[in-house]
């Protein structure tokens, strides 16, 4: 079963849409993926982050998404790369991950509730 969450520990997590900017190969990861900038908005600024997102998307395809993050983790040593936000996906069975994102284009920096 899964561990319950009080009202007070769900407000506890932001979480933020973005839109990525720029993508680049992560090749000392251990497992296959992208080093991602993430463009929050003015109130937040620009975050990175590690994301094994490589089996079904490509480079060009992430530029401009806008995805769903969690923004207010401590930073994340990810072998040779600062990992500054959290990037929220669907985990298939052969952890293939579908990234959360908004079905509209809205403002970057929007609070997910």
Not at 7 to 27: A, L, Q, S
Not at 39 to 65: C, H, M, N, P, V
Request: net charge positive; proline share 3%.
């Amino acid at each position: 079963m899964e561990h319950l969450l009080s009202w007070e520990d769900f407000e506890k997590v932001t979480m933020r849409i973005g839109t990525i900017i720029e993508v680049n190969e992560f090749p000392q990861a251990r497992n296959p993926a992208y080093q991602l900038k993430i463009d929050f908005g003015s109130a937040i600024g620009i975050k990175k982050s590690s994301a094994q997102i490589t089996k079904r998307y490509s480079k060009e395809a992430l530029i401009g998404k806008q995805i769903v993050a969690v923004v207010n983790f401590p930073k994340k040593q990810i072998g040779t790369f600062m990992s500054e936000c959290l990037v929220l996906g669907s985990v298939g069975l052969e952890k293939d991950i579908v990234l959360l994102s908004s079905d509209l284009k809205v403002e970057n920096g929007l609070r997910i509730g």
